[in-house]
């Protein structure tokens, strides 16, 4: 008899579970996507959350494209509500976390800025400031009329900038100063000397879809070395993720603290990856006799070499190597839980209504991020991975889209339509 009964409570639904499978209301909704984004993606338990919510935000209807317009805008509206920064030029504290703060310094225009810099400090193991950096930039961003924001590293150690949370706090400044200035997000540039080279190099490659340009001064990407210590190759999550980003990288012949083999072999990978991929607004800059010290011409005369380039955010190619588990989006790709140094190559043919991905991994949670800018979703649309096809139909708009791509809260980057490429 119990067995029975256990049966049947098993296959007959109770009122609280009927309760729980009803699609949440617009309020709920609302409510849902701002829990969404208030959530810390940079930590397991914030992802894990964020998961949480979005199998709930699934259960909505469909969207119209009016409706998508209606979400898209209250979505952008509640990431202004976020952190903003200290206007007044000079030394101000961002706190990233309750128990940490950043420090930071403001340069440049801050009236009216025509763009954003972030200007990476150098330094290694004890050593580094921003006011390195404030001093080296400031006047190149004052007369480009570009606003200026010179973090320094959470901790100094010789990779600071991908040490101990700076990258996250890297992040932060730059969406927390979108959010203060009204600065053109497609004209955002990185840029630095020494380790902040280093630090350009590997935060534009694993942000390059943020990014309108880089510029290096005498720092490299970390090297990976052979067994009579000649560089054989570059650190994974760099190279071919800078495809569709002008860059620049100065480098003299005869550095004594950074060496030119490292940024003669990562200029050699782009030369190779430029050879497979195609793209790669690339360009090595080596001249001689200047040792450790800045460009000649100062970082103005770097700069300048990017300073009129514009973000695309719809590049016909990209090529990611994911390299941080937070970093879930890149262009029109987004994989909820990344395999690390995969790489990915995806190519939209428009002329065909069509995308083709690639993958080094089992794409478990890859998809392809679709809207009307990258594909015509008023007709079918066919998406292949490797040979095979693994949809063809018209993507349907949903909110679970849309929200979960506004959590960098870039308008360019929202997407309302997907497919995913595995079960």
Not at 13 to 29: F, G, V
Not at 224 to 236: L, N, T
Not at 247 to 256: A, E, L, R, T
């Amino acid at each position: 008899m119990f067995g029975s009964l256990a049966l049947l409570a098993l296959l007959v639904p109770s009122s609280r579970s009927i309760q729980a499978s009803k699609p949440p209301t617009n309020e709920e909704l609302l409510g849902l996507a701002e829990s969404y984004l208030s959530q810390d993606p940079t930590t397991p338990k914030g992802r894990f959350e964020q998961q949480r919510l979005l199998r709930r935000i699934d259960a909505s209807p469909p969207l119209t494209p009016a409706e998508v317009k209606s979400w898209t805008a209250k979505l952008l509206k509640l990431d202004a509500q976020g952190p903003k920064l200290e206007k007044k030029s000079g030394r101000h504290f961002f706190w990233t976390k309750p128990e940490e703060k950043g420090l930071y310094i403001v340069g440049g225009e801050s009236k009216n800025p025509k763009g954003l810099l972030i200007a990476m400090h150098g330094g290694g193991e004890g050593s580094g400031d921003a006011w390195s950096a404030h001093g080296e930039f400031q006047g190149a961003a004052g007369k480009l009329d570009w606003l200026m924001i010179c973090p320094e590293v959470l901790k100094k150690t010789e990779h600071g900038w991908t040490d101990s949370g700076s990258e996250e706090f890297v992040l932060g400044l730059v969406g927390a100063a979108l959010r203060t200035w009204r600065i053109d997000r497609n004209k955002v540039f990185l840029s630095g000397h020494s380790m902040g080279g280093y630090g350009t190099w590997t935060l534009g490659a694993h942000h390059a879809d943020l990014v309108a340009g880089l510029a290096a001064s005498a720092g490299a990407p970390t090297p990976i070395f052979g067994a009579d210590r000649e560089v054989i190759d570059i650190d994974a999550g760099v190279v071919p993720c800078l495809r569709n980003v002008p860059m620049i990288v100065y480098q003299s012949d005869d550095d004594p603290q950074v060496p030119p083999a490292a940024n003669r072999a990562a200029a050699k990978k782009v030369e190779e990856a430029r050879a497979l991929w195609g793209g790669y607004p690339f360009e090595y800059w080596e001249v001689e006799g200047q040792g450790h010290g800045l460009p000649p011409g100062g970082m103005a005369a770097l700069l300048a070499k990017v300073k009129d380039r514009v973000r695309d955010t719809r590049p016909a190619k990209v090529v990611w190597q994911p390299r941080l588990e937070w970093k879930r989006q890149f262009y029109w790709l987004w994989w909820s839980d990344p395999a690390r140094d995969a790489t990915v190559v995806a190519e939209c043919l428009r002329d065909k209504n069509e995308i083709t991905v690639t993958c080094t991994a089992i794409p478990k949670g890859l998809e392809v991020l679709l809207d009307g800018k990258l594909v015509d979703l008023e007709k079918e649309v066919t998406v292949r991975l490797g040979e095979k096809v693994v949809y063809r139909g018209q993507p349907l708009l949903t909110l679970a889209n849309l929200v979960k791509t506004s959590a960098a809260a870039d308008p360019d980057l929202v997407f309302a339509a997907s497919v995913a490429l595995a079960p």
